[in-house]
């Protein structure tokens, strides 16, 4: 699956695509489903300033 990534900075709003492939999660209490997103958000947030510190390289 494709996702758009969001990243808001003060020159304005970056959309990365990632690929993710996630197996489909078997049904959660809702509290889990939304900490799960957080800690995808929170992985997608370090990469970005990573990249923006040159800490790693996009570029292949």
Known sequence: MTRLVEFTS????I????DEKLPLPKPKPEDE???LTDE???KAAQSFEDVLNGS???MQ
């Open 10 to 13: 003060e020159e304005g709003t």
């Open 56 to 58: 790693i390289s996009l």
């Open 33 to 35: 489903l939304i900490s």
């Open 40 to 42: 995808i958000a929170v």
């Open 15 to 18: 959309y990365i695509e990632v």
